[in-house]
């Protein structure tokens, strides 16, 4: 049985997978017409079993895979989890635990920036996957042979996938890197939604506090809205019509029909009251009570050389470590570790040992980069901090070619 749609058979194999010490776990979803994920599949598989449930079967029990997810004696194995722990977020209220995620595994052992999950069984088994039903319609039913070999063959060839990258990060020592990236991951916080925050993904026009405090009450009108009918968020109401009424509040109706992409029906509506409403509440409250303009930092005048040159070191580390850059530091991290300041993901914890501890060496001019033999090093300038900086192999002389009467070719 490779599609169960009977909820003694969810409960039946939640308890063989129980007693596994790990379970391989995927999802089919779809979104474009919905605020949520449409959880269109759920797809298992232990030592043994593999296995798609169809979440859409009338009257099925999903609880099991709710408590098995939750099962603390049971590593859930994923990749490229997030999409995956939204959607069991939003179904159980918690996040799937304790959690593997193989795309961050590969980073950490230098699979490159989020390697895709067909790259990463191609390089670790002997498999290679069929994806042409990736952008299949998974809501439609029935599901085709082919559309279910496709969703299987994303938990059947993980545990091979899993095995392979465990035994990498064990054997480079790599185990607590995992642990802080995994810990990143399942942050709770991550995933719960707070309307009041919405407005932080829109495009402000102004760093006027009353323009964002309308901004913000209106982006939560819209979030709240979107949740309550389960419709994407531009189903409601675009970005630029929101931009458009922070920056020119209308009071009335016929004033709210004239901003550009509202229909004279929404604004006489039963939205058009509601969002008036919301538009008449935050034009009452105190500016300073509003959000803080989105802090933009700008790099000071002669920075960008610095920020060059500790993104080639940046590279020179990865390579050397076999890390992926993206997980040690993006260009943010890079311009504020050259403006100075403190508090960077890339100067912390393991990724300091990486490459923080030298980025500050080359920044302070304690260290400078050198190329040799088509290398790039990281050499002590007067001596400053020689004894910390990685010493440089020297390079074999090449040996002389002999010719068949003894002499040497180059005599």
């Given at each position: ?32 017409r919905t605020f ?311 100067l912390q914890g ?33 001596g400053a901090g ?26």
């Open positions: 049985m490779t599609l169960i749609t009977e909820s003694a058979d969810v409960a039946s194999l939640c308890r063989r997978l129980a007693r596994s010490e790990y379970v391989t776990v995927d999802t089919e979803f779809m979104r474009e949520w994920p449409k959880l269109c599949l759920i797809q298992l598989a232990g030592p043994k079993d593999a296995v798609a449930i169809d979440p859409l079967a009338e009257g099925i029990d999903l609880d099991p895979v709710l408590r098995l997810l939750a099962n603390k004696r049971v590593l859930k194995v994923m990749h490229g989890a997030r999409q995956d722990i939204e959607i069991f977020y939003h179904l159980a209220g918690s996040i799937p635990a304790p959690l593997y995620d193989t795309q961050i595994a590969a980073m950490v052992c230098g699979f490159g920036d989020q390697v895709g999950y067909e790259t990463l069984v191609s390089r670790l088994t002997p498999h290679r996957l069929d994806k042409t039903s990736r952008f299949t319609d998974w809501s439609a039913r029935p599901l085709t042979p082919k559309q279910l070999n496709y969703a299987l063959g994303d938990v059947i060839y993980l545990r091979d996938a899993y095995e392979a990258l465990n035994e990498r990060v064990a054997a480079t020592d790599r185990a607590g890197w995992l642990e802080e990236e995994l810990a990143l991951l399942t942050d709770v916080n991550a995933y719960r939604i707070d309307p009041t925050a919405a407005w932080q993904r829109l495009k402000p026009r102004s760093t006027d506090r009353r323009y964002l405090t309308i901004l913000q009450a209106v982006a939560a009108w819209r979030e709240d809205e979107a949740m309550r009918r389960d419709v994407p968020r531009n189903r409601v109401i675009r970005d630029e019509a929101l931009t458009e009424i922070a920056a020119h509040p209308p009071t009335k109706a016929a004033a709210l029909s004239r901003i550009r992409g509202v229909t004279r029906g929404f604004a006489e509506g039963r939205l058009g009251k509601s969002l008036l409403a919301a538009i008449n509440a935050a034009t009452e409250r105190p500016p300073e009570e509003g959000p803080q303009p989105l802090k933009q930092m700008s790099l000071p005048k002669g920075l960008a050389p610095t920020v060059d040159l500790l993104r080639v070191l940046l590279k020179q580390r990865c390579e050397e470590h076999g890390v992926a850059q993206k997980l040690v530091a993006n260009t943010q991290d890079l311009e504020r570790v050259a403006a100075g300041a403190k508090d960077v993901p890339a393991w990724r300091r040992q990486l490459f923080g501890e030298d980025a500050l060496r080359l920044k302070q001019g304690k260290a400078a980069l050198s190329v040799r033999g088509g290398d790039v090093h990281l050499v002590p300038v007067n020689a004894a910390d900086l990685p010493a440089i192999p020297a390079k074999p002389k090449p040996r002389k070619r002999r010719r068949r009467d003894g002499a040497s070719a180059g005599d």
